[in-house]
């Protein structure tokens, strides 16, 4: 009987395996460490399992990721290239993200952070409205969760401007794509939001170059991926006040080392990889429907694709 294989050590058990056998009751689920029988195992469910912990599967037909982001996946030395990846697009994790971008954009956009150190000093702080049609907001990479936090920012009256890898045609949106178009969509942003993949391309890219391509003064969130910022780039930048503050939710290692400059960064607000976590009764149904697809011999929904690794 095919059965499949719960690996994923960031998130608890018990609430998959109640959401996905309230999904299907008849699913063979087991949890990692206790396989049985590893030709029995033909879909391997995971999200920052163990790296090089042994993988053979012999009639494995599908890992499927339980985040939206499969980079932790793609870069596993013992992942089996000729296994087909699928991740989730699902409604409670891009709206949980854009909840997110909308907080962090909003809480710069009103001066929160100015008003909450006047009031820890007792002073009625005047300050002059903002704007909305002159905050410019900027998202790196324009996919499901990019395009959803454009469309929501965009409907509050920010002029919201995507960067992505082919072109977009998302109505009231700004496209830029591609190297050549990075530097002019920087220079017009105000708000950067990384929501990007990370891949060998995209690794690295908030960095002294692309930071000083942002006007003076510019904000940057970053939910996307540690890996896409160079820290000591960032810092320098916050340091020498050309970026106003940076919003931070993933990191390079992770949890973040106790020691690390960001924790007591005045111009850095930490959160812990929480910008939006997969709830399993929303996510268990797409799981359980590309379970059955592969088994059917059909293709998965949202198959990664190996050579863009995304
Ligand atoms: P998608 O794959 O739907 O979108 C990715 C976007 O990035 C696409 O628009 C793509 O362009 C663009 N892109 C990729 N590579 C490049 C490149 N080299 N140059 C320019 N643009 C590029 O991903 P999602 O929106 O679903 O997720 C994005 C990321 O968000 C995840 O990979 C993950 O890292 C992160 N995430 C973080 C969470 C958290 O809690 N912090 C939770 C969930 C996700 P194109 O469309 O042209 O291919
Ligand atoms: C994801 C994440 O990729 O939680 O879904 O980071």
Known sequence: ??????????????????????????????????????AEI??????GQPRNSDKTYPNLKL?????????????????????????????????GMSEYVLLAVL?????????????AKAEWLDLAAPDTTKARVGILGLGALGTDAALKLSALGFPVAGWSRT????????????????????????????????????????????????????YVINPGRGGHVVDEDLLAALDSGHIAHATLDVFNREPLPTEHPYWRH?????????????????AAPQIVENIRRVREGLAPHNLVDPARGY
Not at 42 to 47: C, F, N, R, S, T
Not at 109 to 119: D, G, I, K, S, V
Not at 169 to 184: Q, T
Request: net charge neutral; aromatic share 6%; with cysteine.
């Open 107 to 119: 809480r710069y956009h009103r001066q929160l952070p100015l008003f909450e150190a006047a009031q």
């Open 42 to 47: 033909d879909v391997v469910l995971g999200w």
């Open 1 to 38: 009987m095919p059965a499949v294989l719960f690996n994923a050590t960031f998130f608890d058990p018990a609430l998959w395996v109640d959401a996905l056998k309230g999904a299907d009751p008849a699913l063979e689920l087991r949890v990692w460490p206790e396989v049985g029988n590893r």
């Open 63 to 95: 890992i499927q990721a339980l985040g939206a982001g499969v980079d932790h996946i793609m870069r596993d030395p013992a992942r089996p290239p000729e296994v087909p990846v699928a991740r989730l697009i699902d409604r409670a994790l891009t709206t």
């Open 266 to 282: 005045p111009k850095v607000t930490v959160t812990p990889h929480s910008a939006s976590v997969t709830v399993p009764e929303s």
């Open 167 to 218: 072109p977009k045609a998302v109505p009231g949106i700004e496209s830029f794509h591609g190297a050549d178009g990075l530097p002019r969509f920087l220079a017009r942003t105000q708000f950067l939001v990384c929501l990007l993949p990370l891949t060998p391309d995209t690794r690295g890219i908030i960095n002294a170059t692309t930071l000083s391509q942002l006007p003076a003064g510019a």
